[in-house]
């Protein structure tokens, strides 16, 4: 068993087997995770938003779906990583408070989810597997070794995936 790399919220790291990598207090974020089976190299990134452009004077990718999973291809590209070997992962995108409303701002979680699902696509990256939704907050960790992510959730049975 190797170490355990940590990822902050709005935060992004890469770790390669026999180590693993966690993030903690998933809510309506998303923990999105990239992996090569082969090298058995993967990125993890916890985006927030789902939009960079929304927001003026941002200075950190990692915070949206569309540039958080932008720089993670580029930190892999780096570890000789290519896009077309990259298989992905996530879980997250709660719905923390019970809101009757169609109010947008307040589905942060939802639009998370469907934002990554959409940079995944314009990527060509595969989803494999996700854990999104609900009103339950997450914390996960992907071992690389054996491509699976486990979703531990307080008073929830463990789950992989």
Same mark, same amino acid.
């Given at each position: 068993?190797? !170490?355990?790399?940590?990822?902050?919220?709005?935060?992004? !790291?890469?770790?390669?087997?026999?180590? &693993?990598? =966690? =993030?903690?207090?998933?809510?309506?974020?998303?923990?999105? #995770?990239?992996?090569?089976?082969?090298?058995?190299?993967?990125?993890?990134?916890?985006?927030?938003?789902? /939009?960079?452009?929304?927001?003026?004077?941002?200075?950190?990718?990692? *915070?949206?779906? /569309? =540039?958080?999973?932008? /720089?993670?291809?580029?930190?892999?590209?780096?570890?000789?990583?290519?896009?077309? &070997?990259? *298989?992905?992962?996530? &879980?997250?995108?709660?719905?923390?408070?019970?809101? @009757?409303? /169609? !109010?947008?701002?307040?589905?942060?979680?939802?639009?998370?989810?469907?934002?990554?699902? @959409? #940079?995944?696509?314009?990527?060509?990256?595969?989803?494999? &597997?996700?854990?999104?939704?609900?009103?339950?907050?997450? =914390?996960?960790?992907?071992?690389?070794?054996?491509?699976?992510?486990?979703?531990?959730?307080?008073?929830?049975?463990?789950?992989?995936?």
């Amino acid at each position: 068993m190797g !170490n355990m790399v940590k990822v902050g919220m709005a935060d992004m !790291n890469i770790c390669k087997a026999p180590d &693993a990598i =966690t =993030t903690l207090g998933l809510g309506s974020c998303i923990g999105v #995770v990239l992996y090569d089976i082969r090298t058995k190299i993967c990125g993890m990134v916890h985006v927030m938003l789902p /939009d960079s452009t929304a927001i003026k004077m941002n200075d950190n990718p990692a *915070k949206f779906a /569309d =540039t958080g999973i932008r /720089d993670m291809l580029k930190m892999l590209e780096k570890q000789g990583v290519p896009k077309s &070997a990259l *298989k992905a992962k996530m &879980a997250g995108g709660a719905q923390m408070f019970a809101v @009757k409303s /169609d !109010n947008d701002m307040l589905r942060v979680g939802q639009r998370n989810a469907e934002a990554v699902r @959409k #940079v995944l696509q314009g990527y060509g990256i595969k989803l494999m &597997a996700e854990d999104c939704g609900a009103n339950y907050g997450r =914390t996960i960790e992907f071992y690389p070794e054996t491509q699976e992510l486990y979703i531990k959730s307080i008073g929830k049975e463990l789950k992989i995936i």
